[in-house]
């Protein structure tokens, strides 16, 4: 089994930045996609940004897209998530995901191991 476990969530004011970190551990997450989604209050967890094995493929949400940017170093068995120009509508919890088709499908199906999630709250 594998575990993914998430850092770096907090309180930022709107315009502010903040990095996100997921350690996985357990198996050989350096051989499947990394990725992040995130769920608002009320609201479907959606695809937030996701990246290949070899971090050449790359998928963004349009909502993030030129704000959030997305690495891995797999040495470390880590993905993470600088998230820029932070606005009140990107707060949400922030959830760690892994699984073989995660760029392509960029859905929830496409995930087979979660985090527990980190809380990002965007003050306007």
């Known amino acids: 089994q594998g575990q993914l476990l998430e850092s770096g969530g907090g309180l930022v004011q709107a315009g502010g930045s903040l990095t996100l970190s997921c350690a996985a551990s357990?198996?050989?997450?350096?051989?499947?996609?990394l990725g992040w989604f995130r769920q608002a209050p009320g609201k479907d967890r959606e695809f937030v940004s996701g990246i290949s094995s070899s971090g050449i493929n790359i998928k963004y949400a349009d909502s993030v897209a030129g704000r959030f940017t997305i690495a891995r170093d797999n040495a470390k068995n880590t993905v993470y998530l600088q998230m820029k120009s932070l606005k009140p509508e990107d707060t949400a919890v922030y959830y760690c995901a892994a699984g073989r088709t995660l760029v392509t499908g960029r859905t929830t199906r496409s995930v087979e191991f979660w985090g527990q999630g980190t809380q990002v709250t965007v003050s306007s």
């Open positions: 357990g198996r050989a997450f350096s051989s499947i996609s």
